[in-house]
Structures are given as structure tokens and as C-alpha cells.
């Protein structure tokens, strides 16, 4: 019951944060947004089930990687690698952790350290939305190796998102359009899809691309999310109730598939 109530949480807060900043830049509504978003995976789940997940976490990964390449090297083109990196050093934006062992202190090597291994733990270790991944390989070698493999590709997309974070901050250094006489965003929220539309509105198709990039990182962790849901609640909740009044295969087979809607 506590990963059903944490993930349906989770997932509601990943369906309304892009949902948020697209509407303040579009003539998008969030209810559109946030609606769109949710059928589309309930759609595909329903039909698919893991492999629709799987195929589409793949495509919605390489779109994310391009929208933030695009994000990185347009930001590191215009303002300059070593100007981005200054700006966020001398305004505090970039932290160098300590060995100080002092529980006052934000970032040490420590804390990161713990902090990372117990979240290590729970997400490969604990969580049926990144178990069920490795369990759809053959053997346990296979699942090594997708989980060996997935560890650089996160530290690189963790890396790029922080050092996108950097390039927009140095982008709106000393003109903060939060605090802009037109102010043309309401909330820090929406800096990205506004970033996107300001400085690449200007190639063809590429705002487009990254603001999908924006939403397939939404609609991976809800289909997967609705599919990890679905397998839990059919196979602790469903399942017993339904093999101790005889109901056939075909028949979980199909609820587990409702379960998704």
C-alpha cells in the first residue's frame, strides 16, 4: 500500500509540473495537458502492456537527450563554456562538496554519498517500476548488464541537466524576466519551455523537439508508473481475491489490463 500511495503522488506531481510550464508559454490549459498526457499512457499500457513501456521509455529517452544536447551546446555557442561556468561559480549556483563531517553543512561527501546509496538501493533494489525493466531479460546476466549500462547513461543525463540549469541561469544573468517590468513567466517553473521558445524559437522544429523532450520525460515515468501499479495492485490485491472464486487466467489477464484505466 505505501508504493501504491507514493507512486500515484509521484506521478501526480510528474503529469502536473511540465503540464504547469508549457501552459504559461502556450495557449495550452494544464487540464489539456495534464489529461493528453495521462490517456496517452493509459492508452498504450492498455494495449502493450511492458513492451509498448519499454519501446517507449527508449524513444522518450533519446528525445529527452536531444532536447538538452540542444539546450547545452545553443547555450554554450552564444554565452561561452568557460563564461556559463563563471557566472554560475561566482553567483553561488555551483556547489564543491566538503569532507567535513559537520551535519550543518549543505553539501559534503559524505551526505551526497549516504544519500545516493540509500536511494541507489531503493530505486534498483526496491522499486517495481525499475524491477520490472530487469525482469523482462532472460537471465539474471542480462539484467547485470542493462543495469551496468544504465549507470553511466544517468550519471551523463544528470550531468547535462545540471549544466543546462547553469546555461539558462547565465542566459537570464542580470535580466531575470521573473522580475521584468513585462514579466513574461509568473513562476521559476517555467523558465525552461520559456528558454526554449525565446532562444531556439528561432530553427525550425527544434523548440517543438525539446518541448517534447520536456513531456517524454513525464510520459516514461507514467507508463511506467501505471503499468508498475497495475502489475502490484493485481498481483497483492486482485489476484487472491479472484483465485479463491476460481476466475480463469484469461480473465486476471484482463483485469490486469482495466487496472491500467
Known amino acids: 500500500m505505501v508504493f501504491l500511495v507514493q507512486t500515484m503522488l509521484y506521478m501526480a506531481v510528474v503529469l502536473y509540473a511540465p503540464a504547469l510550464s508549457l501552459s504559461a508559454v502556450t495557449n495550452v490549459s494544464i487540464w489539456t495537458s495534464v489529461i493528453s498526457v495521462g490517456a496517452v499512457c493509459m492508452f ?5 502492456g511492458m513492451k509498448a513501456v519499454l519501446w517507449t521509455d527508449l524513444f522518450q529517452a533519446m528525445l529527452m537527450f536531444i532536447g538538452i544536447f540542444a539546450i547545452v551546446i545553443k547555450g ?5 563554456f568557460s563564461e556559463v561556468f563563471r557566472i554560475g ?13 559537520s551535519l550543518t553543512e ?21 522499486n517495481q517500476i525499475q524491477i520490472q525493466r530487469l525482469l523482462t531479460l532472460k537471465n539474471i546476466s542480462r539484467s547485470r548488464m542493462a543495469l551496468y549500462l544504465s549507470i553511466p547513461l544517468n550519471v551523463l543525463f544528470y550531468i547535462l541537466a545540471c549544466v543546462a540549469g547553469l546555461v539558462i541561469y547565465a542566459h537570464f544573468y542580470k535580466c531575470d524576466p ?17 528558454y526554449i521558445i525565446k532562444v531556439l524559437g528561432g530553427y525550425p522544429g527544434l ?5 517534447c523532450g520536456v513531456f517524454a520525460a513525464a510520459l516514461s515515468t507514467v507508463s511506467s508508473g501505471l503499468n508498475s501499479l497495475s502489475a502490484v495492485t493485481m498481483q ?22 482495466a487496472l491500467s484505466w
Open 207 to 211: 523548440p517543438g523537439l525539446c518541448i
Open 106 to 126: 549543505r553539501y559534503t561527501v559524505w551526505n551526497l554519498l549516504i544519500q545516493g546509496c540509500i536511494y541507489s538501493l531503493m530505486t534498483f533494489g526496491a
Open 76 to 80: 554554450f555557442s552564444d554565452i561561452g
Open 89 to 101: 561559480y561566482e553567483e553561488d549556483r555551483i556547489a564543491v562538496p566538503t569532507l567535513s563531517p
Open 236 to 257: 497483492d490485491l486482485v489476484r487472491p481475491f479472484l483465485e479463491s472464486r476460481g476466475y480463469s487466467e484469461k480473465t486476471m489477464a484482463f483485469t490486469a489490463k
Open 178 to 194: 521573473l522580475t521584468a517590468s513585462n514579466k513574461p513567466i509568473s513562476a521559476a517553473d517555467q523558465l525552461l519551455p520559456f
Open 44 to 48: 498504450y499500457c492498455t494495449l502493450g
